[in-house]
């Protein structure tokens, strides 16, 4: 289904960190780690533009008529061109967000998570950030070639087997998934489908927010990263 990476990285690193945070805060470590209002708001404000993002790839031009709705340009030498360039570009921006949440989570991965905890967010920023950056390069969330729409990511970005989190992964060759696009009946079921990863986007967004207006107060959320060192 479409989107499926970025719902399992998102999952991922927010179930590491913040649950965990979750725990030693009902133990009674209210202050366990005092980034982690920073960090969940900065990580909430990247998901809410993949949110946005994800929405808009989909209903800007993506599952519509372009005969119809692009009828008419000089810019471009038919309907269709300007469609293709058009979904392109909101698929581009989905990717250069998605790459700024790894950024982003990544540079606070040290302290959203507990040090004494050894989850999988420690192994998905393994291999000295090496992932991190060659995903960054890597990773496509969408791009129209041939009526077909191609995403591409490394491995990681989906579930694997435990004995696969290694350093092996930054060896191997991104991961191609390609959706037929060909006619507009293909594209709106690729739409539906697809409306149910922005849906679990969206639960995650809203108890990210509950989360931190629950915990951390608006000092906290918008304290200067370097001051807090």
């Not at 000089?74 to 058009?86: D, M, N």
């Not at 392109?88 to 606070?108: C, G, R």
Request: aromatic residues 14%; glycine residues 4%; hydrophobic residues 35%.
């Amino acid at each position: 289904m479409l989107f499926d990476e970025i719902v399992f990285i998102v999952e991922t690193i927010l179930h590491e960190g913040l649950e965990q945070t979750k725990q030693t805060r009902k133990a009674g470590y209210l202050y366990q780690n005092k980034y982690m209002c920073r960090a969940g708001y900065d990580l909430y404000l990247v998901i809410e533009s993949i949110y946005g993002a994800m929405k808009l790839s989909l209903k800007h031009y993506f599952p519509h008529n372009y005969e119809v709705l692009c009828e008419g340009t000089k810019s471009f030498s038919s309907p269709k061109e300007k469609w293709e360039y058009f979904t392109n570009e909101d698929f581009s921006y989905l990717t250069k967000v998605m790459i700024k949440f790894l950024k982003i989570a990544q540079s606070y991965h040290n302290s959203f998570i507990s040090i004494s905890y050894g989850g999988n967010l420690e192994e998905f920023f393994g291999c000295k950030n090496q992932w991190q950056e060659l995903f960054s390069k890597t990773y496509c969330s969408g791009k129209i070639e041939n009526d077909m729409l191609k995403v591409s990511y490394l491995l990681w970005a989906k579930p694997l087997e435990r004995k696969e989190w290694d350093s092996r992964a930054i060896h191997q060759e991104p991961v191609f998934i390609v959706y037929d696009i060909s006619s507009l009946e293909k594209r709106k079921e690729i739409e539906k489908l697809a409306q149910q990863n922005i849906q679990k986007i969206q639960i995650i967004m809203r108890e990210l927010k509950d989360f931190m207006l629950k915990h951390c107060t608006l000092q906290e959320m918008l304290e200067n990263r370097e001051l807090q060192r």
